[in-house]
């Protein structure tokens, strides 16, 4: 496709990753072609029935240029979100950034809750239980898979 604006001012490597159930980081780099003065702003939304949300806090460079952004409460209401950033410049116009993103792909997980272990010294051993750890958003608890190290101390 061919977008209005100065070639190669549109932002790079964008990405977003949600931790602690409800924080979200994204990120990219300013384009090669920006001038200077570019400014950027994210916008984002679930795809469905959901109003467009302006950045609440900017992460910025060193020339004060937003590289990044940082959200709270954050509902993962939908399988895709939107995202959207457009650039702002005196010098020219800025090439806008736009991709769907499944943010649940892009989440870290805390740790499971409530973990114990019941160990006796017959041979049955130690049984270890725990539950899901706290998430974004509503899946089924056969989609966790979990890896146990046990170490002799």
Not at 80 to 85: C, E, G, H, I, T
Request: proline share 5%; hydrophobic share 30%.
């Amino acid at each position: 496709p061919v977008f209005a604006g100065m070639n190669e001012s549109a932002i790079e490597n964008f990405s977003c990753v949600i931790y602690n159930v409800s924080l979200m980081n994204c990120t990219w780099q300013a384009g090669r072609g920006a001038p200077g003065d570019t400014q950027y702003f994210l916008y984002w939304k679930n795809v469905i029935d959901d109003n467009e949300t302006e950045c609440e806090l900017y992460i910025k460079d060193e020339s004060g240029r937003n590289t990044g952004c940082r959200f709270k409460n954050v509902r993962i209401e939908t399988d895709k979100a939107y995202f959207l950033v457009n650039g702002s410049s005196k010098a020219s116009v800025i090439q806008f950034y736009d991709e769907y993103v499944q943010l649940y792909k892009t989440e870290i997980f805390t740790p499971p809750l409530n973990v114990t272990a019941n160990c006796t010294r017959d041979p049955a051993g130690c049984i270890i239980t725990w539950q899901p750890p706290l998430t974004s958003h509503k899946k089924s608890e056969d989609c966790f898979r979990y890896e146990i190290s046990i170490k002799n101390m």
